[in-house]
């Protein structure tokens, strides 16, 4: 299942980047560095190294700092995404790929020197601190709840607060903080951009989630009197919240062109399994049951890669496509979802046993469901969208 390469430049990298995802990196699945917090530092060298030699680190951006567009990015993302693995080893994880879009979009020169050459290169790793704890009334789904605050202190910024599922906080060495700057109902925010680690910043803990695929986990956060130098403003002050989505609508998408790739692979096993496995003396899959969950999976698939397809011709027109990656976001992670669930019933015990990565594509897609937006806030959103569109035509 296969998302267009729309030209010859992503048809090759994508070819490129398939092989080495099953030849090279697809055999360290098994790996005892793979953690429940994700894969350790050393195992993430290891795959970069070999990233690096192969000529496919960071494939997305070109060597004269291009980048790939939506659509030729979706062809690639997708090959390496055949394994969790996939996106570590070559760089278009997250949350490092949409951080390195958002600096290369609005980064000022000196920081996309200091901040996002490491990034590219894939000597460094990154985090974007936006999430609040969910108990202390801080920011999740509603980013104008952010509780964080930044105040101006001469020609500095001080920071404070607490952040909440910071996905891969441990072990970076870039930081994207947002902040409320400003007082009262409207109070704007903005981004700053912080050396890591840096002891102002501190993990009072790495939670136990659903997922394991991303280095460092998802970490609880404390900004204690951050310091952060005017210089460090990514873009313009009282900006983040517009700045989010200039980030957010692409970095959804790129997470369904991952899980496409993630959730393709579980069908690939899923289907070796029911060609070879016989019950009650035929095949599992002659057995409808069964042959006509692959067959729904197939259906699934196809249609998430026709709506990533959409959505990533929208963002290379130059609009936001704030409400296409709502709805790209939805279809397709509530559909890969459904195709992990069939795979893990297919296989029966097989599927919930960690001798084959379908049951952690279950498990990374189920999270994704809640990742980047739940399906719920999209669809709320959307219907607002809804109700403006009609009572406008009722208007005129």
């Known amino acids: 299942m296969y998302l267009p ?9 994508a070819d490129r980047v398939e092989r080495f995802v099953r030849d090279v990196v697809a055999p360290y699945e098994g790996d005892a560095r793979c953690t429940p917090h994700g894969p350790t530092a050393e195992l993430v060298d290891e795959l970069r190294a070999q990233a690096r030699a192969a000529g496919l680190m960071t494939p997305h951006i070109l060597e004269d700092g291009s980048h790939l567009t939506q659509r030729e990015t979706a062809a690639v993302l997708l090959r390496s995404g055949l394994s969790p693995l996939g996106p570590v080893a070559v760089n278009t994880m ?80 870039v930081g994207i903080v947002m902040a409320r700057t400003g007082s009262g109902e409207r109070a704007q925010s903005t981004m700053f951009l912080v050396d890591l680690p840096h002891p102002a910043v501190r993990t009072e803990r790495v939670l136990d989630t659903i997922d394991s695929s991303m280095p460092g986990g998802h970490a609880l956060v404390v900004i204690d009197h951050l310091r952060v130098p005017a210089d460090q403003v990514l873009g313009a002050v009282d900006e983040g919240f ?72 929208v963002l ?51 999270a994704f469901r809640i990742y980047d937006g739940p399906t719920e806030v999209h669809k709320w959103s959307l219907a607002k969208k809804i109700k403006r569109d009609a009572m406008r035509e009722v208007a005129a």
Request: charged share 20%.
């Open 316 to 366: 290379d027109t130059g609009s936001q496509a704030t409400v296409e990656s709502s709805m790209a976001k939805v279809a397709v992670s509530d559909a890969l979802f459904r195709v992990a669930d069939r795979c893990v019933q297919v296989m029966g015990g097989s599927g919930v046993s960690r001798d084959s990565i379908v049951e952690q594509v279950f498990r990374e897609v189920r």
């Open 94 to 173: 997250a949350p490092d790929e949409g951080n390195m879009f958002l600096i290369g979009k609005i980064g000022t020169p000196a920081q996309k020197q200091r901040f996002l050459a490491p990034l590219v290169a894939g000597t460094a790793r990154s985090a974007f601190f936006m999430t609040e704890p969910a108990s202390e009334g801080g920011a999740g789904s509603d980013p104008s709840m952010l509780q964080t605050t930044a105040v101006r202190d001469g020609a500095d910024w001080v920071i404070n607060g607490r952040k909440m599922f910071i996905t891969g906080a441990e072990g970076a060495s």
């Open 5 to 13: 390469s729309p030209s010859d430049r992503s048809r090759d990298l």
């Open 242 to 313: 517009i700045y989010a989505q200039v980030r957010l609508s692409p970095a959804r998408l790129s997470h369904c062109m991952r899980w496409l790739g993630a959730a393709t692979r579980a069908h690939e096993i899923a289907t070796a399994y029911a060609t070879r496995r016989k019950a009650f003396g035929k095949l599992l899959i002659d057995h409808e049951g069964v042959g006509f969950m692959l067959a729904d999976n197939l259906i699934d698939l196809q249609q998430s890669a026709l709506m990533i397809d959409w959505c990533a011709g």
